[in-house]
């Protein structure tokens, strides 16, 4: 049985990319061990079909951990058995990228973003440097690259012409099957008498909208908008709802395990996923949320960037709001909430859409690389 390793810098609780490609290469026969690390508060993971392995470090981010996790890493690998490296994102490519040369193991790089261009080092010009040095120094010598969608697929293939093969395309999406709807809205503390808009995510971060999001409540009434995951911008968001006395219209949830959060996805009237085009990164994005919206029958409002509002346009899913300001948002939900016909047409268009938007058509291109399957 060949041993693959796939290597990321978050703690594993919460990644439903890397732990789709990881039960996905178990089922083709590989043994998988997916390494990354712990805080201090990481949950304890629930019972996977893999192996895990988390590193306690000193630093929790910034360049020093970066370095740290970067050294650390590299020395774990060299020191163990594996037939396939799996880098996921640039931050963990340079210590994969080298031992797989000096062991003369297979690499296969997954990149879910254009790191380059993400809006954490746009601005801070040896931080963004120092990434695209790695960066080119790797990209050029691997064989086996995927990302996430088409736009960034070709970005990459046009930056670095001189590769054989073209960068895969395998979008995160979740699996056909639907996890088991254990809650109620009551027990998530949801209100029967209004509608629920939900925006979740692990990367509520600034520049995604979030803000003009809570904005946007003081324009509508009958609802209440779910604020469930992590990430840069939520303290802010909190403080902002305070000020604006939204707490009867806004709450805020921790990160939830994916089974879990599929419940409050499943109860929400209103997805939300509102990026703005202030980076290349978010240009072209397309967030795994998207996707789980769909499957939970959920419709959405999206902001209009080219991945994301291409789904929404050809499956009629939801509105795409031309601008952020929050008015302009809050004109958004209350049609839907006012036009209740409308609201049920773009819910029922949500089901065929989840049919056809599957992990089991991403794995085929899996399949492809691991396997050799044409």
Known sequence: MKKVIACVTNDLYS???????????????F???????????????????????????????GAKFYAEFNIRLFFYLLFRKCDI????????????????????????YDSHEYFCGVPEIIGRPFVQNTWRSIERFCFPKLEDVITVNQSIADLYDKEYPMRKNHVNV?????????????????????????????????GINVDRGSEELVEAMKYVDNAILFIV?????????????????L??????IDRQPFARLFNY??????????????????????????FDYLKAETPVIVSDLPEIAKVVRENEVGIIVQDHQ????????????????????????TIAASEKYCWENEEMVLRKIYLDEQ
Request: net charge positive; aromatic share 6%.
């Open 15 to 29: 990644d439903q990319r890397v732990d789709k490609v990881c039960n996905s290469l178990t089922s083709m026969g």
């Open 31 to 61: 043994e998988v061990l997916l390494v990354g690390r712990r805080y201090a508060d990481s949950p304890d993971l629930s019972e996977r079909r893999y192996k895990t392995d988390r590193m306690r470090l000193l630093f929790r981010k």
């Open 85 to 108: 490296l799996i880098s996921n994102d640039l931050d963990t490519l340079l210590p994969c990228f080298l031992v797989s040369r000096l062991k003369r193991k297979r690499i296969v």
């Open 170 to 202: 395998v979008r995160n999406i979740p699996t056909r099957s639907k996890p088991p709807i254990t809650e109620t809205r009551a027990t998530l503390g949801m209100p029967e008498d209004k509608k629920v808009l939900l925006l979740q995510g692990a």
């Open 229 to 245: 995951g992590s990430g840069d911008a939520v303290p802010g968001l909190k403080k902002r709802v305070v000020e604006e006395n």
């Open 247 to 252: 707490q009867e219209k806004i709450q805020f």
């Open 265 to 290: 996805t499943y109860w929400a009237d209103i997805g939300f996923s509102l990026d703005k085009d202030t980076n290349i990164n978010y240009r072209y994005s397309l967030p795994n949320k998207i």
């Open 326 to 349: 929050p008015q302009t948002i809050a004109n958004a939900i209350n049609r839907l909430l006012k036009d209740e016909q409308l609201l049920q047409r773009l819910k029922r268009n």
